[in-house]
């Protein structure tokens, strides 16, 4: 039987005195100084703490109840994502009492956070284990219904990812097995816990049995990397933002000794920065996973053997554990056959127990019971002979230009290929390229960018607009933030566009 993550007296008897947590305090500041602490929690005391975070807050609700001859009902509890003890804690208590968990970006304006506890009525707000009792309505869920995500963590999307215990179960023990995660393992948080796949990490080391050390620095700071080398981290995650960093860092430079395995999912990594980490990772002896994954599959999808990297930078590789993937024609909808029609494009489809139960557009959505366990990811892509998927693109990444198809991520790494470091977006006949600054050497005008991209399309240079932008914004997640695009403009620039 399969221990779930959030069962932590069940994880006490079996990891008793063994870390669970570690947090790095502050005791006292001089100045510029500080003198810090270690504290470490260890499974038992987790499962201790966890007990009394579910009188907590089981006590808020009877304060809530106390005029109502009801029993205790499930109620929604929005948490503030932070990477500390009280967090995860009563994040584990309210799974346990059947709750339903609600993260959100701890650097949420209140305006924006009011709107979203307004709209959704949510119940109670916890912030680093400080209950908050809001709205007394009474929400009619579906008895499977464990957490919702929103589709946009940074943003606070009106949509949000209906997700089950099974699962959240499901996809915690598929990649427990895929990356073979030991009780001996260690892990540092890299990722906010609104976004799934930072909130995925937590769940399946403690499922094993690992080491969490929970930590709000960013990995260009000082003091991530003072973590990072006292508490001898095997196991580091990021997204694409992630190892772009860390490659600037440079990978010979930074202590990296105690790794065990280095793992990239939430994006596409580009493969010539897929070459180079296997490629480090292969002369010191390191494991590099490439995943794939989407929150409305809980959190990953996809993994690529790391023996097959040199050969294949490109890929995402096959299913994981209990999932199945396989394409479809954009057109007829047709089932494509991989072995017969060796790389056919086509959207990548997915089924497994790990598919969201569905989407919640509002509190009455929330009732809803589980669709079937299939998705269309929206993903455009290939497989080989060996059954192994490249993604190319998306359909939302895809526009029309005078009726022919165009591929707005070919026309980013088309513009790689010039050394140009570049954001394109844009809708039907007419493509937006973002071009950063800094990459451009002796920038040529506006009008000359559009006819180099024109002429990479075939297309009249009327149907592209270019821009010159300081920085790519990026969201919390470490993906790039489409929709600050305009706002990135230089104006000066912005003018000159038609020359």
């Known amino acids: 039987m399969r221990t779930p993550f959030w069962h932590t007296s069940q994880l006490a008897q079996q ?66 994502a932070q990477h500390t003890v009280n967090s995860i804690v009563y994040y584990l208590a309210a799974l346990q009492l059947k709750q339903v968990v609600w993260w959100i970006d701890k650097d949420f304006s209140n305006e924006k956070r009011k709107k979203i506890l307004k709209n959704y009525r949510v119940n109670l707000l916890i912030d680093d284990g400080k209950i908050t009792q809001l709205d007394e309505f009474e929400h009619q869920f579906h008895p499977e219904l464990s957490l919702l995500v929103s589709t946009s963590g940074s943003t606070g999307s009106s949509s949000l990812v209906r997700l089950s215990s099974q699962n959240l179960q499901s996809n915690c023990h598929a990649i427990c097995h895929t990356l073979a995660i030991k009780a001996s393992d260690s892990v540092i948080t890299t990722l906010p816990l609104q976004y799934c796949f930072g909130l995925s990490i937590i769940h399946t080391h403690l499922c094993k049995g690992a080491s969490i050390v929970l930590n709000e620095h960013g990995l260009l700071t000082r003091e991530f990397w003072q973590s990072f080398k006292k508490h001898q981290i095997n196991c580091l995650y990021g997204v694409p933002f992630s190892f772009d960093m860390l490659l600037k860092l440079n990978l010979a430079r930074i202590p990296l000794q105690s790794l065990r395995y280095l793992a990239v999912a939430g994006g596409k990594l580009a493969p010539d920065k897929v070459t180079k980490i296997y490629q480090w990772c292969k002369q010191h002896n390191k494991l ?75 509190i009455t959505d929330f009732k809803l019971p589980a669709q079937e366990q299939e998705l269309h990811t929206g993903d455009i892509a290939t497989c080989d002979r060996e059954g192994d998927f490249t993604i190319i693109g998306r359909l939302k990444r895809f526009i ?39 990459s451009l050497g002796e920038p040529l005008s506006l009008v000359e960018y559009q006819q180099v991209v024109a002429k990479f399309l075939n297309i009249h240079s009327r149907y592209c607009q270019c821009f010159i932008i300081n920085e790519v914004p990026h969201l919390s997640s470490g993906k790039v933030d489409y929709q600050s695009l305009s706002a990135m403009v230089d104006t000066t620039t912005a003018k000159r566009r038609n020359g």
């Open 400 to 438: 029309k230009v005078i009726g022919q198809r165009i591929n707005l991520d070919e026309v980013e790494a088309f513009l790689q290929s010039k050394n140009i470091q570049a954001v394109c977006c844009g809708k039907d006949d007419l493509i937006e390229c973002y071009l950063l600054c800094s």
């Open 15 to 80: 990891y008793q005195t063994s870390t669970a947590l570690i947090v790095n305090e502050i005791e006292a500041e001089y100045g510029e100084n500080s003198r810090k602490s270690v504290k470490k929690i260890n499974y038992q005391q987790l499962d201790s703490l966890v007990e009394q975070a579910k009188l907590h807050i089981i006590h808020a609700q009877k304060v809530q109840e106390q005029n109502k001859n009801t029993a205790q009902v499930r109620q929604l509890l929005m948490f503030v």
């Open 288 to 362: 590099f996973f490439v995943m794939y994954g989407q929150t409305e599959a809980t959190a990953r999808i996809s993994i690529l053997a790391p023996e097959k990297l040199q050969e294949k930078p490109n890929a995402i590789g096959q299913a994981i554990k209990g999932g199945k993937l396989w394409l479809e024609d954009i057109d007829t909808g047709e089932v494509i056959d991989s072995f017969s029609q060796n790389n056919k494009i086509g959207e990548l489809c997915y089924s497994g127990e790990n598919v969201m139960m569905g989407l919640a557009n509002n």
